[in-house]
């Protein structure tokens, strides 16, 4: 099946520090990317979709100036926690469509990327 | 809040008993998906059913949907202690191109 890479999958950083997650699509071209957030035995929250070759759509509540998403190519999409403090402390969540269309078929999910800020 | 609420949110059960995850939404919707989640790990896709359906079988799965209630059901049978993990219903609303997820039942089947 489709494989989807986050990396890195854990990410330890100091408070004040900006931390980028990758999240790759390795044998597909995924026009749409998900990012995910997902605190300690809680659900998936939807922060944001990222679309190859425009600006993501940010879901209300989240800034976007704090986490900052680029999908430069149909393979990549990149999630930038700035200026981390521990409160952004969670696990980031990726997921990506194949090809375009109206999506209603199967996400292929990654691997997920936990950050603890100190 | 689109999300789903799912019940129970825990659930401990005997190794070869049967459990059942209820989950209740509020939009029209596209298809309605299963997921798995082990602890600290990644979301694995389990079955997909789409909104003119009632009633899905995978293996040991079993999934019903009745849009009618915007409820759906997922039946393990025969559970094993392998099945312990969170199990989260998400949905893929007529109006949106991303999965929202429910809140997710939280099974332990013990050995």
């Known amino acids: 099946g489709a494989v989807v890479s986050q990396h890195p999958s854990r990410v330890i950083c100091k408070s004040g520090t900006s931390v980028k997650i990758e999240c790759r699509s390795l044998?597909?071209?995924?026009?749409?990317m998900f990012w995910y957030r997902q605190f300690p035995k809680k659900s998936l929250m939807l922060m944001a979709t990222?679309?190859?070759?425009?600006?993501?759509?940010?879901e209300q509540g989240v800034e976007k100036d704090k986490f900052l998403i680029n999908h430069a190519s149909l393979t990549l999409s990149t999630l930038t926690v700035t200026s981390a403090h521990p409160e952004d402390s969670s696990f980031y969540i990726c997921?990506?469509?194949?090809?375009?269309?109206?999506?209603?078929?199967?996400?292929?999910f990654g691997e997920g990327s936990r950050l603890t800020v100190l | 809040s689109q999300q789903g609420e799912e019940d129970p949110q825990a659930l401990s059960i005997q190794e070869g008993e049967n459990a059942t995850m209820n989950c209740s939404y509020k939009?029209?919707?596209?298809?309605l998906q299963w997921y798995r989640q082990n602890s600290g790990r990644g979301l694995v896709h389990l079955i997909l059913?789409?909104?003119?359906?009632r009633e899905k079988h995978s293996g040991r799965l079993r999934v019903t949907l009745d849009t009618s209630k915007k409820s759906s059901s997922l039946l393990i049978t025969a559970s094993r202690a392998a099945d312990t993990a969170s199990y989260f219903c998400?949905?893929?609303?007529?109006?949106?191109?991303?999965?929202?997820f429910g809140s997710g039942t939280r099974l332990q089947v013990q050995p």
């Open positions: 997921s990506a469509r194949a090809g375009g269309g109206a999506g209603t078929g199967e996400l292929f």
């Open positions: 044998d597909f071209q995924a026009t749409t």
């Open positions: 990222s679309n190859e070759g425009s600006k993501a759509t940010y």
């Open positions: 939009t029209s919707i596209n298809n």
């Open positions: 059913i789409r909104s003119n359906e």
């Open positions: 998400a949905i893929m609303d007529t109006g949106r191109r991303a999965l929202t």
